[in-house]
Structures are given as C-alpha cells and as structure tokens.
C-alpha cells in the first residue's frame, strides 16, 4: 500500500464481524468509505451495516485472496485471527501488521515483550505440561490467576488460585498456560493511543475501568488522581510497544494502578470497549481515528469534550429495553444488533457525558 491517503470511495477490510467491527464500519461510512466484513459466523452484527460481507473460514485461501484484492486496506477488530493465513495480505495491507496479533496472541509472549521494552508486569511463569504448575506456584506465589496462553477474553480461560488443591484437575490446554500473581491495585485503567503510518502517535485521556465477572462493566473519566501521576509512564510504556511493533491504528495497553507504580495487564491490538465513550466525549472517536489512521489521513484531535463522562456496558439480559434506557434524556444509547442477550454477553452500551 502507498503512503498516499486512500481516497473515498475505498473499500476497508475488516477482519471480524463483532460490535467493534461495526461501530469501525459506521465511522468509515462518514468518511466515505465501504466496508467488507470477513468473518466465519453466518451471524455478524458488522456485515449489517457494511457494503460486502465474506462468511468464510479462517484457513479458506481462495476466499481470503478474493477478499484481499477486492480490499485497498485491511484491519482486524479482535486479536484471535489466526496469523498464518494473513500472508495473502501484502505492501502493507493489512494494519495493525501480523506482529502485533503475534505479541497479543499469547500471554506469556506478551509479557516478556513488554519486560524486555521497560515495561512492568505481575510477577509470572509459562506452564507447558501439567508436571510445572507446582514449580510456578512455588516460583510465583499463591494466591494468583492461572489463564490460557492463548484465546483468553472477557474473564474466560482464568482460574483463580487460592491454595495448591485450586490447581489441581485442570485440563492442559494445548497452547499452555501462564501464572501470575495477583497484582494489588487501587484501580484500573486504560491507555488507548493512535498511531499514523507516519509514526505520529495520540492519546486519548485514560479512564477509571470497573469489571464484573472479568467483564468491563464502566468506564469513568476523570480517573482517580492516582491515575493522573502514573498515565505519563504509562503512556510512555505504550508507545514504546506501538512503536516497537510498527503499529498502524488504535492500541489499548491496560494497567493496574499500584503503590509502586502502574503494572501493565495486557494489550489490545485494536480499538477497545473501555474507549467506547470517545465517539460521544472525545472530539474524534477511537473508532474515527483508527479509519484516518489505516487509511494514510491525519489523525484527529482526542481531546475530551467534557469535564465528566461515564460509560456503562449493556449486558445479558435486560439489557435491550430501549425505552427505558432513553428515559434519562443523557444517555446516548448504541445497541449492537445482537438478538439474543445471555448472561456475560455484551449487547451495547450507554454513554453519559457533562
């Protein structure tokens, strides 16, 4: 791909055919362009609000070749895409590129990737057979988090670890595992950023992150004053991986706030559910800036339009009466299409700002 900006008109390529995807795809259209989502799933909430859809698999080298020439750019909207069959996509097509969903793929890769850059993160050992989990908890320490190497989100493939009978009777997933001790922190937050093909980076303020059940239930601006003093070598941390990977687009690094200082959690390759509040709170929104972005434009302002601002995930059921979420004349609604609300299942959310 040139250096030259793609002209509207341009077809996007998204990777995926979740709620990310589709709110990437709304504000591509704003820009002038058209989107192609390529996903396995029949169902896609994404490919509802783009011009093409593909429902093909991962592996389907012809239909992944006719969906690369029939796209000027391709991104990805989740991290999970395998990497191997990505080599159709050339000169730079595909942005972010395969390294970071090769660093975000796996945990422990991730940490060492970020230890190796500066970076901090909680204290950790790889599993790879069964007959090592007592060695990494003796190494690590109890309690801690056993979790998947690979395919972890949302809270799932995590096991709390209490005491060493916590550990005993998991099934070894192929990919390993990772222990880490548990991180004692005063809050969470995140560090969205957006890099431009020309190595111009921008941030967006970080806001004061709250999970259920492992699951983002709000996001809060402004953060605690704890947030303020560490978001600088936070932002630091994570513009030495945006850097360090060549990045194109929108990358979040979440961090725990601590005593010592912030810890890094882990990173998202790609626009973030904790950045959701930017489409209404920020000037440009992540999803904005991550279209300029991979398209070769400039990049946006992130400043934030207001001195408060609150984010509140829609979750499982209950979660789609419109007509009581619209009953507070603040709150900006974004349903994401999904039929069928289950416990955990993300099915929107509210953005109130001022």
């Not at 890769?109 to 230890?115: G, I, L, Y």
């Not at 020309?198 to 941030?203: A, C, L, Q, S, T």
């Not at 408060?308 to 900006?332: F, Q, T």
Request: charged share 20%.
């Amino acid at each position: 791909m040139s250096a030259t900006a793609l002209p509207a008109g341009s077809t996007i390529g998204i990777l995926g055919g979740g709620q990310l995807g589709r709110m990437i795809a709304v504000a591509a259209a704003q820009l002038g362009y058209h989107c192609h989502i390529y996903t396995p799933e029949k169902d896609s909430v994404a490919a509802e609000v783009a011009a093409k859809f593909t429902c093909a698999g991962w592996h389907d080298k012809a239909a992944l070749a006719g969906f690369a020439a029939a796209c000027d750019v391709v991104t990805y909207e989740f991290e999970n895409v395998p990497v191997a069959p990505l080599a159709v996509f050339v000169g730079g097509q595909l942005a972010p590129g395969v390294a970071a969903l090769e660093v975000a793929q796996d945990r422990f890769r991730e940490k060492r990737f970020v230890e190796q850059l500066g970076g901090t993160t909680a204290p950790y050992a790889p599993i790879d057979h069964e007959s090592e989990i007592e060695a990494a908890l003796l190494k690590v320490g109890i309690p801690g988090i056993l979790k998947t190497r690979r395919d972890g989100y949302d809270g799932k493939g995590q096991w709390k670890v209490a005491s060493p009978a916590d550990a005993l009777g998991l099934r070894m997933p192929e990919s390993g595992l990772v222990y880490e001790g548990l991180v004692h922190f005063v809050c969470e937050f995140s560090v969205i950023l957006v890099r431009a093909r020309n190595g111009e980076v921008r941030f967006w303020d970080s806001a004061h992150n709250t999970h259920e059940n492992g699951i983002l239930a709000h996001s809060v601006l402004p953060a605690p004053a704890i947030v303020a003093e560490q978001v600088g070598e936070a932002r630091a941390m994570a513009a030495r991986v945006a850097e360090a990977l060549g990045y194109v687009g929108v990358m979040t690094a979440e961090f725990f706030a601590t005593r010592g200082g912030p810890v890094l959690n882990e990173l998202a390759p790609r626009v973030h559910n904790s950045g959701h509040w930017t489409i209404e709170g920020a000037v440009t929104s992540q999803f904005e800036n991550h279209v300029r972005a991979i398209c070769g434009l400039p990049l946006g302002d992130t400043a934030s339009t207001a001195d408060r601002i609150v984010m509140d995930n829609l979750i499982g059921e209950g979660s789609l009466d419109i007509a009581r979420h619209l009953a507070d004349p603040k709150a900006r609604l974004h349903l994401y299409g999904k039929a069928e609300a289950r416990a955990g299942r993300k099915m929107g959310h509210i953005t109130r700002v001022g």
